[in-house]
């Protein structure tokens, strides 16, 4: 609220409703916000609404902690913004304008980078339009590998750069620095040479492995070619 010097006066409420974090069907609350008109005329907003930024940002619609369980969805259920638009019951560019500004900030966020010891790579299909209406259709994907106490792994995405080439992949290790580079002990990657290139160049010190996944891809693919050849 602003700051005035004199004592406002009560203007009603205003009906207000919000978007919830959803159960088993949406949830909305409804918030009666209090309105107040000043009548200083050297008062430059003559009136202000109620604030409560716990609650939900001052032009949002979406409550902060559906915000919150809406970037959870993202990070670690595979949700898509049309998918949250329709548990909340709202449009795609409504969560879209909620959840970008908290991305934004994650990715910003450097200690996420903290104490990854094992490191994977991976490419990743974007998209199957016109590179012209979309950008680049291929990705390069960082994941963090490491295994905690209890021996489970992490699985975090730390970040996608676009390309699919050992430049792209060697790019991003050289900006995490020499310091960060040191601390990876073991480097995954696919079957992709350009990924073995820079992990020889960047992460010399790293011991290179196949991850599980195309492992187990190969020995099928190899299983089923000696059964042909039977």
Request: glycine share 6%.
């Amino acid at each position: 609220m602003p700051v005035v010097r004199v004592i406002a006066v009560g203007r009603g409420r205003r009906r207000r409703v919000l978007h919830d974090v959803p159960g088993v069907t949406r949830v909305q609350i409804v918030w009666r916000q209090r309105v107040w008109r000043c009548d200083d005329d050297e008062c430059a907003k003559k009136t202000f609404v109620e604030q409560i930024p716990t609650l939900v940002a001052a032009r949002g619609s979406i409550t902060t902690r559906a915000i919150a369980w809406a970037i959870r969805q993202l990070r670690r259920e595979h949700a898509t913004i049309a998918g949250l638009a329709r548990l909340l019951g709202t449009s795609w560019k409504t969560v879209w304008r909620a959840v970008e500004p908290e991305l934004v900030s994650l990715a910003a966020d450097e200690s996420r980078f903290d104490g990854v010891t094992t490191l994977g790579v991976d490419e990743h299909v974007w998209h199957h339009v016109d590179p012209r209406k979309r950008g680049p259709k291929e990705l390069t994907g960082m994941v963090d590998l490491t295994r905690d106490t209890k021996g489970r792994t992490r699985a975090r995405l730390l970040a996608l750069v676009p390309g699919r080439s050992g430049n792209a992949y060697a790019s991003w290790l050289d900006k995490r620095g020499h310091a960060w580079r040191q601390q990876v002990h073991v480097a995954a990657l696919d079957p992709f040479a350009g990924y073995k290139t820079a992990i020889d160049d960047k992460l010399e010190d790293a011991t290179a492995v196949l991850d599980a996944f195309h492992v187990v891809k190969l020995a099928t693919a190899a299983a089923r070619e000696v059964r042909r050849g039977d």
